[in-house]
Nanobody, 125 residues
Framework: QVQLVESGGGLVQPGGSLRLSCAASGRTFSNNAMSWFRQAPGKEREFVAAISGGGGSTYYADSVKGRFTISRDNAKNTVYLQMNTLKPEDTAGYYC??????????????????WGQGTQVTVSS
């Protein structure tokens, strides 16, 4: 069982930055590939970024490539999402997710077994 708790969301102006954190329970955090998804009102949940269990592989949605960076600290059981040059279209609830397996980085929500409760990011002037 893995429990995930996100933090770091908030209101930011366009062009600003935020860093989201996702703290995970469990003794074998490095066995889990982790991802961030987001969901805006009335829209489906969409993939943002993923990272392998050891942190050596990452994958990003085209819409955030070059602006967002996913990273993890396995000693702290935490995954991060650094978001720069934020745009109003980045406004959404952001969710971290964990899957059983530490290499494959799928982009579909059904591939992930554990989910956090989400943290809201609002980009507005």
């Amino acid at each position: 069982q893995v429990q995930l708790v996100e933090s770091g969301g908030g209101l930011v102006q366009p062009g600003g930055s935020l860093r989201l954190s996702c703290a995970a329970s469990g003794r074998t955090f490095s066995n889990n590939a982790m991802s961030w998804f987001r969901q805006a009102p009335g829209k489906e949940r969409e993939f943002v970024a993923a990272i392998s269990g050891g942190g050596g592989s990452t994958y990003y949605a085209d819409s955030v490539k070059g602006r967002f960076t996913i990273s993890r600290d396995n000693a702290k059981n935490t995954v991060y999402l650094q978001m720069n040059t934020l745009k109003p279209e980045d406004t959404a609830g952001y969710y971290c997710a964990a899957r059983v397996g530490n290499v494959y980085l799928p982009t579909t929500p059904r591939s992930y077994l554990y989910w956090g409760q989400g943290t809201q990011v609002t980009v507005s002037s």
